[in-house]
């Protein structure tokens, strides 16, 4: 078993800031990426940013120079950074990570529960 848990998400001004976290835990041998996508109402889930093992990130463009994606690969926990925060913004995010449970089996993505994020304006 592998759980993902996010937090750090709620309710904040456009133009404001949040955090956001996430925490896997379980049955884990390794991870390769992880990353964060988000769902607003009506839409489908999309790509927020990725790191992978290497350190490599890739953003959305609708969040470039605004969203910062970082891993502590040692607790297994990813954050984004969300700064100058829009409405279209709103949507819930879900953590994701490619996990190994041990040395044998294939990697598998793995979800979270999602955190609502909302951004008024």
């Known amino acids: 078993q592998v759980q993902l848990v996010e937090s750090g998400g709620g309710l904040v001004q456009a133009g404001g800031s949040l955090r956001l976290s996430c925490a896997a835990s379980g049955s884990i041998f390794s991870i390769n990426a992880m990353g964060w996508y988000r769902q607003a109402p009506g839409k489908p889930r999309e790509l927020v940013a990725e790191?992978?093992?290497?350190?490599?990130?890739n953003y959305a463009d609708s969040v470039k120079g605004r969203f910062t994606i970082s891993r502590d690969y040692a607790k297994n926990r990813v954050y984004l950074q969300m700064n100058s925060l829009k409405p279209e913004d709103t949507a819930v995010y879900y953590c994701?990570?490619?996990?190994?449970?041990?040395?044998?089996?294939?990697?598998?993505?793995?979800w979270g529960q999602g955190t609502q994020v909302t951004v008024s304006s």
């Open positions: 790191v992978t093992t290497g350190g490599i990130t």
């Open positions: 994701n990570a490619d996990v190994r449970t041990d040395s044998y089996s294939d990697y598998l993505w793995r």
